[in-house]
């Protein structure tokens, strides 16, 4: 981090910028995976493979997805627990209800959707997807334990996060397509277009917001 984003960090309203981006990325990326359970074109890469488990282990899908999350909580907290803080808690305790409260609004407003209008909602749901990751990754306050993955290995200097991701959320759809559970097409599209589009988001939108345009921290 250079001098002046050093400097910008300690200004009135950096805090509240960073926990503001936070909230509402969070939030906002729910109302999105409502907009793909709509569009019903198939769950992002990271529900793919937690489908693939659910279909060799006899258990709840809700109990199961809750113990994958706890696995890579503690995952995370021995690679770099920098990335655990409020945004990985709201995406643990909140998401659900937000995706759910998502998709029954949709619902009673739209109804049933035609294939015109699923084809607009995964688009929407896309763009809204990796704009709203930007968002809570770069306020840099906690995020998801699987968006920790990659976002750990591209500080290592792996490669750029572009490609990590592409590449963590290709292995998430092929492990669940290998285990029994069929990746749809709007599967495919989030895992070759995610890491792309938030990185873009990241450089146009996210990091002039929080640093400031002249200020854009890498």
């Known amino acids: 981090m250079n001098f002046s984003a050093i400097k910008t960090y300690f200004q009135p309203g950096f ?58 909580l503690l995952l995370v907290f021995v690679m770099n627990r920098h990335f655990i803080g409020l945004g990985t808690f709201i995406n643990l305790f909140l998401l659900g209800y937000v995706i759910d409260g998502s998709e029954k609004l949709l619902f009673a407003l739209m109804g049933q959707p035609t294939m015109a209008l699923r084809i607009v909602y995964i688009v929407i749901g896309m763009i809204v ?17 699987y968006d920790a993955i990659a976002l750990h290995l591209a500080e290592k200097k792996i490669a750029p996060f572009r490609f990590i991701r592409i590449a963590t959320d290709l292995t998430c759809v092929l492990i669940g397509w290998a285990l029994g559970f069929i990746p749809g097409v709007g599967t495919v599209l989030t895992a070759l277009c995610m890491g792309p589009l938030v990185s873009y988001f990241n450089d146009r939108f996210s990091k002039p917001m929080l640093y400031g345009k002249e200020q854009k921290a890498a």
């Not at 529900?47 to 997805?65: A, K, S």
């Not at 997807?129 to 334990?145: E, I, K, N, P, R």
Request: proline share 3%.
């Open 15 to 72: 805090q509240r910028r960073r926990v503001l981006m936070t909230i509402f990325g969070v939030i906002i990326c729910g109302a999105s995976v409502g907009l793909f359970k709509q569009a019903a074109f198939g769950v992002d890469p990271f529900q793919c493979l937690c489908n693939g488990l659910h279909q060799v282990i006899p258990m709840d899908f809700g109990t199961l997805y809750v113990i994958i999350n706890i696995v890579l």
């Open 129 to 145: 997807l990796c704009f709203s990751s930007s968002m809570y990754m770069t306020a840099d306050m906690g995020v998801s334990t």
